[in-house]
C-alpha cells in the first residue's frame, strides 16, 4: 500500500514535470513570436514610408497643378465625324485627349440625316462639355466608294452648321456670358489626328488667327509656316505652296470674335483639292496677320494621322454562314 502511494505520488511528480517542461518549451517559444513581431513591424514602417511618400506626392501635385484661372478662355472644338467601323474609336481617343483640356466645349457635327444614337450615347458619359449637331453632306459632293480622297473636300459642311451655331449661340447671350465669348477661340480638329494637350495652351490665347505646324501631312514629315522676326513670312510645304493659305485644318485656330465680326466667313464645299482651308481663312486675315505658335512654329503638336480602314474579311464570311459577331454590341 505504501509503495502504491509512492508509486502515485511519482507519477504526479512525473506529470507535473512533464506540465512543466511543455510550459517553458511554449515559453521558448517567444523567439518565433520576436520574429513575427519583427515581420509586422517592418511592415508598419514600410506602409508609414509609403504613406508619406504619397502625401509628399499629393502636396506636391497641388503646387504644380496651375492655380485655377476663372477667366480662361473658353476653346470651342468643332469636330465633323460620320458613321464607319472606327467612329466609335475615334471619337474616345479625341475625348479622352479632351478630358485633360480645361474650359473646352466640344461641338462635335454628324455628316447625318439626324442624330445617331451611336454618338447621342457616347457623349452623354464621355464626360466632355459638348453640342451634338448634324447635317447631311448632299450626295453630289459626297465622296463615292472608290472615289479617290482628294475628290472632294470632307467636312465642309459640318464646319460650317458648326459656326452657324457658334454665331446663334452668340447672338442668343448676353452680359457675362456674351464677354466671355469675346475672348473664345474656335479650332477645327478632324476626328483621325492626334493632339498633344500642350497645343490647346498654345492656341488659348488667338486674337485673331493663331497658326503652328502640322505633323505627317502633305506627304511630308511636317508643313509649317515659316517664320522671320516673329512673322509668319511663307509656308514650307510640297505642294503648291502659291495657295492663298497653303496650310491643314489642323493648324490654325481663329478667334471666336473675328467668325463674329465675318458672318459670311465659311468652308466652301465645291473648293477645288487643297483650297478647302484658304476658302475660310481669306477673308479674315493676311499672312503677316497670323500670330505664330509653338515656339515661332517649331514644334510638332498635332498630327496629321489617318486611321487604316479594318478589313472585314473573316466577318462577312462568317456572316454567311450565320455565325458572323453579334450585332448588338456596339463596336
Ligand atoms: C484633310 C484635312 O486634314 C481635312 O481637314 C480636310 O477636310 C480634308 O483633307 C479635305 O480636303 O477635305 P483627310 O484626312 O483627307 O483630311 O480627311 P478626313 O479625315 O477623311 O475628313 C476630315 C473630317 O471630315 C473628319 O473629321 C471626318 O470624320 C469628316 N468627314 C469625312 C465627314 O464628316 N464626312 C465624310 O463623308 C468624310
Ligand atoms: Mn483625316
Known amino acids: 500500500?505504501?509503495?502504491?502511494?509512492?508509486?502515485?505520488?511519482?507519477?504526479?511528480?512525473?506529470?507535473?514535470?512533464?506540465?512543466?517542461?511543455?510550459?517553458?518549451?511554449?515559453?521558448?517559444?517567444?523567439?518565433?513570436?520576436?520574429?513575427?513581431?519583427?515581420?509586422?513591424?517592418?511592415?508598419?514602417?514600410?506602409?508609414?514610408?509609403?504613406?508619406?511618400?504619397?502625401?509628399?506626392?499629393?502636396?506636391?501635385?497641388?503646387t504644380t497643378k496651375p492655380p485655377k484661372k476663372p477667366n480662361l478662355p473658353t476653346i470651342y472644338v468643332i469636330t465633323p465625324t460620320y458613321a464607319r467601323l472606327v467612329q466609335k474609336a475615334e471619337?474616345?481617343?479625341?475625348?479622352?485627349?479632351?478630358?485633360?483640356?480645361?474650359?473646352l466645349h466640344w461641338v462635335v457635327v454628324e455628316d447625318s440625316e439626324k442624330p445617331t444614337a451611336l454618338v447621342r450615347d457616347?457623349?452623354?458619359?464621355?464626360?466632355?462639355?459638348?453640342?451634338?449637331?448634324?447635317?447631311?453632306?448632299?450626295?453630289?459632293?459626297?465622296?463615292?466608294?472608290?472615289?479617290?480622297?482628294w475628290l472632294k473636300p470632307r467636312g465642309a459642311e459640318q464646319r460650317n452648321e458648326g459656326l452657324r451655331w457658334l454665331r446663334e449661340m452668340a447672338s442668343a447671350s448676353k452680359g457675362q456670358q456674351g464677354a466671355a465669348m469675346e475672348t473664345s477661340v474656335v479650332y477645327f480638329a478632324d476626328d483621325d489626328n492626334t493632339y498633344s494637350l500642350m497645343l490647346f495652351e498654345e492656341m488659348r490665347n488667338t486674337q485673331r488667327v493663331s497658326v503652328w505646324p502640322v505633323g505627317l501631312v502633305g506627304g511630308m514629315r511636317f508643313e509649317r509656316p515659316v517664320v522671320e522676326n516673329g512673322k509668319v513670312?511663307?509656308?514650307?510645304?510640297?505642294?503648291?505652296?502659291?495657295?492663298?493659305?497653303?496650310?491643314?485644318?489642323?493648324?490654325?485656330?481663329?478667334?471666336?470674335?473675328?467668325?463674329?465680326?465675318?458672318?459670311?466667313?465659311?468652308?466652301?464645299?465645291?473648293?477645288?483639292?487643297?483650297?478647302?482651308?484658304?476658302?475660310?481663312?481669306?477673308?479674315?486675315?493676311?499672312?503677316?496677320?497670323?500670330?505664330?505658335?509653338?515656339?515661332?512654329?517649331?514644334?510638332v503638336l498635332v498630327w496629321h494621322t489617318r486611321t487604316e480602314k479594318p478589313k472585314m474579311k473573316r466577318e462577312d464570311a462568317l456572316q454567311k454562314q450565320g455565325l458572323g459577331s453579334d450585332p448588338k454590341v456596339e463596336v
Open 1 to 62: 500500500m505504501r509503495l502504491k502511494l509512492k508509486t502515485v505520488f511519482v507519477f504526479y511528480f512525473m506529470v507535473s514535470l512533464l506540465g512543466l517542461v511543455y510550459t517553458l518549451m511554449q515559453l521558448g517559444q517567444r523567439c518565433d513570436c520576436t520574429e513575427h513581431d519583427k515581420i509586422k513591424d517592418n511592415t508598419i514602417y514600410r506602409l508609414r514610408g509609403e504613406l508619406h511618400k504619397l502625401q509628399e506626392e499629393v502636396k506636391k501635385s497641388d
Open 91 to 103: 471619337l474616345t481617343r479625341l475625348s479622352q485627349t479632351f478630358l485633360h483640356v480645361p474650359q
Open 122 to 149: 457616347f457623349l452623354a458619359t464621355s464626360g466632355v462639355a459638348y453640342t451634338q449637331l448634324h447635317t447631311l453632306t448632299p450626295k453630289e459632293r459626297k465622296l463615292q466608294d472608290g472615289d479617290p480622297s
Open 233 to 299: 513670312v511663307r509656308f514650307h510645304t510640297g505642294w503648291r505652296p502659291n495657295r492663298p493659305f497653303p496650310l491643314d485644318m489642323a493648324g490654325f485656330a481663329v478667334s471666336l470674335r473675328l467668325v463674329l465680326t465675318n458672318p459670311d466667313a465659311c468652308f466652301d464645299g465645291d473648293a477645288q483639292m487643297g483650297f478647302l482651308e484658304s476658302s475660310f481663312l481669306q477673308g479674315l486675315v493676311t499672312m503677316e496677320e497670323l500670330e505664330p505658335k509653338a515656339d515661332m512654329c517649331t514644334k
